[in-house]
Every structure is written in structure tokens, then in C-alpha cells.
């Protein structure tokens, strides 16, 4: 009874508003695509209001559209905001919304917009992230950059290694120990052998490894890579113009470059000293460009 008395009040009987009450849950339905513009169920169901009732008062639309009353005027305000209505300066304040067409196609506009600002902010952020590891699966080589992503692969082949690891790694100490010997510790309790190449200055960083990997120093050596299994880490440091170490590496699958990083490490393993630099040219010539490429970017920071 008392709901009666207040739509009595709100909507007399005979009055163009009452008549229009049951058009407002139609409208709301056709007016769904607005959600994929933005608004929520709350401002398509304010905004359908509007439509339907003309100037009409916050506890009106709160009624009609069973929108909280708390909730309808800060979604008048947005509403507002996104140039879909209009208030009267009386009081009680008063709404109405603004033509279909002018305020639709304003809608439409600022959503176009902020969904451009969106896309092309995503790509930004997606393109900084996609250029840390340069796919080239049709030569089996990927570019990978910054130390972050460098020991994280590293790491990540380390782990999941089956048969042998080669390790020549003249800057050994550069690598966190406590990230590394937990992975040698695993993988000589799975039997995996692990050999390891060092530079005569790194005999204070390599004793933490004792037991865990047949390790070999050698003077001269100036090629970082890791060979796991069939596949191999090519790792190269640089100074940047602050001084810090700036990371980059090559991880290739290709055969004739594990092929020849095998042989290079068998050679310094054997004899004790490097035949020379890892001829970088005998391996395919689009790895030779990358590598080229990095040699020259790194330079330039």
C-alpha cells in the first residue's frame, strides 16, 4: 500500500510519465550496446530513465529504474560528465537527457578515443616486452636482452637439462651463486655432468661449486656460452655509458652452431688455453646478423 501511494505521487494516473513506465525496462534492453561502450548496467538503466521520462528528479529515477538511491546521483554525475544530460538549476534539481544523436554520437567519440589511447599504450608496453626475446624460429636462433632475461634462460635450460651441460664463462663471478648452485645441485643429484670453464681470476668464485661441476681455468678465454643438451647460450657483456654491465645473448637450436660451440669448448677443455675466439662467422649467416646487430646497439648505450 504505501508503494502505491508513492507511485501515486510520483507518477499520477493520466500523467504522460505514468504512461511512459512501462516503456523504460524495453528501452533498457535495446539500449545493451552502450554496455560495450562503457557504461554500466547502473548508467543504462539512469540513462533509459531520461529518456523516457524527460525532466524528472534523482528519487524519480531511483524508483522507476530501482537504482539505489545513493548510487543515482553520482551516476547522474558521470552520466553528466560523458555529456549525455542536462540539470536544471532549481530545486529539487531536475534531469533530463540530452538528444539521442548528439549524445550517442558524443559517447561514441570519447570511447573511440580513450580506446585508441589504450591500444596504442598496450602496444607500447607489449613491444618493450616482445623486443627482450627476438623470435627467429626459421633459423632456430632467438635474441634475448637485459641480464634479467639473459640469466633466466639460462637458468630455465639449466634446469631442465637431461644429458650434459658446458659452461665457458670467464666472468663466472657475475653470476649469483645462490641462484646457481641449487640447479647444480640438482642436476648432479639426476647424474646430469656438468663441466665448467673459468678464468684463472675466478678460482675464489668457483669454489662454492666444488663437488658439483668438473671445473677447469683457463687464461685468455673470452667467450660466454652455455651448451645444454642440443642447444647453446651465447652471452655477451658490455660496458654501458654508466659504467653498468649491459646484458645480451644469442640462444640458438641451430645444429651447425652447437656444432661449432662444441668443438671450440672440447678444445680449450682439452688443451687448456682458447684456440681462439668462437669463430662466429662458421654459424648461419642470420645469427651472424644478430649477433652483429647487438655487438652494434651495445655500443651505442
Not at 534531469?95 to 554520437?105: D, Q, V
Request: charged share 25%.
Amino acid at each position: 500500500m504505501h508503494e502505491l501511494l508513492i507511485e501515486w505521487f510520483l507518477f499520477p494516473p493520466g500523467s504522460e510519465k505514468a504512461e511512459r513506465m512501462t516503456t523504460i525496462s524495453e528501452l533498457e534492453e535495446r539500449l545493451i550496446p552502450l554496455r560495450k561502450m562503457g557504461l554500466t548496467q547502473y548508467q543504462v538503466k539512469v540513462y533509459a530513465g531520461l529518456v523516457s521520462l524527460g525532466y524528472t528528479t534523482a528519487y524519480q529515477i531511483s524508483y522507476i529504474t530501482k537504482v539505489p538511491y545513493p548510487k543515482v546521483y553520482s551516476t547522474l554525475d558521470y552520466l553528466k560528465n560523458m555529456g549525455l544530460l542536462e540539470e536544471s538549476r532549481g530545486r529539487p534539481k531536475r534531469f533530463r537527457a540530452k538528444p539521442p544523436m548528439e549524445a550517442i554520437t558524443s559517447l561514441q567519440e570519447g570511447f573511440v578515443k580513450d580506446l585508441k589511447t589504450s591500444v596504442k599504450e598496450a602496444i607500447s608496453e607489449l613491444k618493450a616486452v616482445y623486443s627482450t626475446v627476438d623470435l627467429t624460429e626459421e633459423r632456430g636462433v632467438w635474441n634475448i636482452v637485459g641480464r634479467r632475461n639473459v640469466l633466466s634462460q639460462m637458468k630455465g635450460l639449466l634446469r631442465a637439462s637431461k644429458e650434459r651441460v658446458l659452461m665457458a664463462f670467464p666472468d663466472i663471478g657475475k653470476i649469483s651463486p645462490e641462484g646457481l648452485t641449487p640447479i647444480l645441485k640438482e642436476l648432479k643429484r639426476r647424474h646430469v655432468p656438468v663441466r665448467i670453464i673459468a678464468s684463472q681470476g675466478d678460482k675464489k668464485a668457483v669454489e662454492c661449486y666444488k663437488g658439483l661441476a668438473d671445473t677447469r681455468f683457463v687464461q685468455g678465454v673470452e667467450n660466454s656460452y652455455v651448451i645444454v643438451d642440443d642447444s647453446v647460450l651465447h652471452i655477451f657483456l658490455s660496458k654501458s655509458d654508466l659504467g653498468t654491465d649491459s646484458w645480451s645473448a644469442i640462444w640458438s637450436t641451430h645444429k651447425n652452431c652447437l656444432k661449432r660451440s662444441e668443438e671450440h669448448f672440447e678444445h680449450v677443455w682439452r688443451y687448456g688455453r682458447p684456440r681462439s675466439k668462437l669463430m662466429i662467422g662458421e654459424c648461419p649467416s642470420r645469427m651472424l646478423q644478430i649477433m652483429t646487430g647487438i655487438t652494434q646497439k651495445m655500443k651505442l648505450r
